[in-house]
């Protein structure tokens, strides 16, 4: 009889998922979660964030909120077809927007779920479903592509993200020998167009690769004494006037997504009904100082994003000499 409870302990010890081995990490806001030792069904609380870094190690995700039940994304943008290329398997939808689909996800059986520090409020409820890892996100806490190299180390990645780095860094290298001149001494200031100018904050691909180049930030404080916004991106309002004043050596301009076209003419009319005539009075427009880029390919916290970024500096650099 011993001998057949024990074959019957070993058994459910090798077939119990909740028996499967787990260990407790302490996310960025200070939970103690315990999670699968290698998770093998996420799911994720915003696709752009979260999603994007997951997948550029290689993951699949199971689920992610933002997506319909007919795998469309919430906005016209899919960023996993922009920034990771055509042909990735998409996660299934359990809610585009507002409230949370609790049985859609429930019926992905996720055995983690990934949610951002804006997402606290929602932990207890998701934690219903699956554990709950409350990752940061803003600007003020994370910067260039960390993301992805913190969720690399919570699901077990960091070799994968590693090897990323790497060759994304010995491109750094090659394109800084490229350029006719050294941009340790040259300034730069992204600025993303909505219904109004906002100043982009630090966490994306974007500024890492500029950055990495040896670029630096051109300094504007505050403008208009507003509150930032945008989660990640930390868009920071810039009035009109305050624009036409700024003279970055280089100038990034990113269009909206909800926009008629995130290419150079789209961008350049978006701007143009903001700051009607700011191409003949602008130092950077009248000195060709100006990079359009798409900011579905850039403004994840990505080293995929980091590579459409040092593409777009590439392009630009040849067109310009």
């Given amino acids: 009889m011993r001998f057949l409870v024990s074959c019957a302990i070993a058994a459910l010890l090798a077939t119990s998922p909740v028996l499967a081995a787990e260990r407790t990490v ?5 939970r103690k979660v315990t999670i699968p030792e290698q998770p093998e069904h996420i799911v994720v609380m915003h696709e752009p964030l979260l999603g994007i870094p997951l997948m550029d190690l290689g993951l699949d995700l199971t689920g992610s909120f933002g997506r319909a039940d007919d795998g469309s994304f919430v906005i016209a943008v899919d960023f996993i077809d922009t920034v990771l ?13 507002g409230q949370l689909d609790l049985e859609k996800l429930r019926a992905l059986e996720p055995d983690l779920i990934v949610a951002s520090e804006l997402d606290a409020g929602k932990a207890d409820q998701l934690a219903t479903v699956a554990p709950v890892y409350l990752q940061n996100v803003g600007s003020s806490k994370v910067y260039g592509f960390d993301v992805e190299e913190d969720l690399a180390a919570l699901v077990g990645r960091e070799d994968v993200f590693a090897a990323r780095k790497a060759a994304y860094e010995k491109r750094v290298e090659d394109l800084r020998t490229k350029l006719p001149f050294d941009p340790a001494d040259r300034t730069y200031l992204p600025v993303f167009l909505t219904d109004q100018l906002n100043v982009v904050g630090d966490s994306s691909g974007m500024v890492q690769a500029l950055e990495d180049l040896g670029y630096s930030r051109l300094d504007v404080g505050a403008p208009s004494g507003a509150s930032p916004a945008g989660g990640s991106m930390m868009l920071m309002p810039l009035s009109a006037e305050e624009f036409g004043k700024l003279d970055p050596d280089v100038l990034v301009l990113l269009n909206s997504y909800m926009a008629g076209g995130r290419d150079e003419a789209g961008t350049r009319a978006s701007l ?3 700051v009607p005539g700011w191409d003949q009075f602008m130092k950077p427009a009248r000195e060709n100082r100006i990079l359009f880029v798409d900011p579905a390919k850039v403004i994840t916290p990505s080293v995929a994003s980091a590579e459409h970024m040092l593409d777009a500096i590439a392009g630009w650099n040849e067109t310009t000499q």
């Fill in 26 to 30: 302490t996310d960025d806001t200070g």
């Fill in 85 to 97: 290329g055509e042909g990735k398997t998409k996660p299934k939808g359990f809610g585009p927007v």
């Fill in 272 to 274: 143009s009904k903001i």
